[in-house]
């Protein structure tokens, strides 16, 4: 029966575990510059690197916009429909972010040392990644298209595992700078590699392809808005006012929630694209059948681990932060 159903789910399981690895390289590596902050640095050099972090991630946010998910919803379309427009993706995709940053950097230096004052510095040593982070996303959106999860597994678990080394370095000798400067650094070789792994595509541009990309991120952007507004945007709030201290211990109770989410997440990202070819076939019922039986699933699952770690955590926090237990 085990055997059946394995079989039945092959390609989800396998998806999902190199899924799996490919986080552990991505947001692993950036997991692991959050905690030696959270361990090296001082409460309130770890809230200044949160607080510079949550603005820059708010630009990014508004850099990618959902056009990474929407360029990974075409292309799993365009590969089932249209081999033409599929290589034309990448490139006008591109276009759009680097629009959209050039927008955004110029805005950050008009603006940020009127609002940020003195932690406008911190930003600046940050701005790179209102490029980079989502020009990563997007490499990711297109690997994800092409399911080809594998592929991204290798190249970032080799990125990230190459990584550690450095940002260990930067933190432990450079401390807050250090922080700051290895999240550039991190992206920047992560993109590179991402790039070698995948040079299927042309420099032509394509307005439709431009513009059937722009209208599904800009509603899924409204998403990712209203998600932001709503976990991250009380760091802005506290920065604002002072609090350094206080993100420090809401950016990690942050982070504890976001890893628990996370198994649901990678699932979704990794089935994504064969709702994207049901949708492609007019398949609207499977669509249903399929979304109903993850919900039920989910569920169930979302409350037993609530459970469990609802008395687990207090534990962990108490053993490893005991600067932030409370």
């Known amino acids: 029966m085990l055997k059946n159903k394995y079989l039945q789910h092959k390609e989800t399981i396998q998806n999902l575990i190199w899924r799996m690895l490919q986080v552990a390289g991505k947001q692993g590596v950036i997991f692991i510059i959050f905690l030696l902050c959270a361990k090296l ?33 075409y292309v799993a379309e365009y590969n089932v429909k249209d081999k033409g427009k599929l290589k034309s993706v990448l490139f006008n995709s591109g276009i759009i972010i680097f629009g959209l940053t050039v927008v955004l950097t110029i805005l950050t230096l008009l603006f940020g040392p009127t609002y940020l004052k003195e932690k406008y510095v911190y930003v600046l040593y940050l701005l790179p990644l209102v490029f980079l982070a989502p020009m990563t996303s ?36 450079y401390g807050l700078m250090g922080a700051l400067i290895s999240q550039n650094v991190f992206y920047l070789v992560l993109l590179i590699g991402l790039g070698f792994g995948y040079r299927e595509f042309n420099f032509k541009v394509n307005r439709k392809v431009m513009s059937e990309i722009g209208k599904y991120s800009f509603t899924y952007g409204l998403a990712i808005l209203g998600n932001y507004l709503f976990i991250r945007f009380g760091i802005l709030i506290l920065g604002h006012y002072g609090y350094i201290e206080e993100i420090a211990l809401y950016e990690l109770i942050n982070k504890v929630f976001m890893i628990l989410l996370l198994p649901f997440t990678l699932l979704g990202q990794v089935v994504a694209p064969n709702f994207s070819e049901f949708s492609a076939r007019k398949q609207t019922k499977k669509i249903y059948e399929k979304a109903m039986k993850y919900t039920f699933v989910f569920f169930f699952i979302g409350i037993a681990l609530g459970l469990l770690f ?12 005991e600067e932030y237990f409370s």
């Open 310 to 321: 609802y008395f687990l955590l207090p534990f962990v926090f108490e053993i490893f932060f």
């Open 138 to 173: 997007l490499y990711d959106g297109v690997y994800r298209g092409l399911k080809r999860f594998k592929q991204l597994a290798v190249i970032s678990l080799i990125v990230g595992i190459v990584s550690i080394f450095f940002v260990y370095y930067l933190i432990k000798q």
């Open 41 to 73: 640095l001082v409460p309130y050099d770890f809230g200044i690197y949160n607080y510079a972090l949550a603005i820059v991630f708010l630009l990014v946010m508004f850099g990618d916009f959902g056009i990474s998910t929407a360029t990974s919803k």
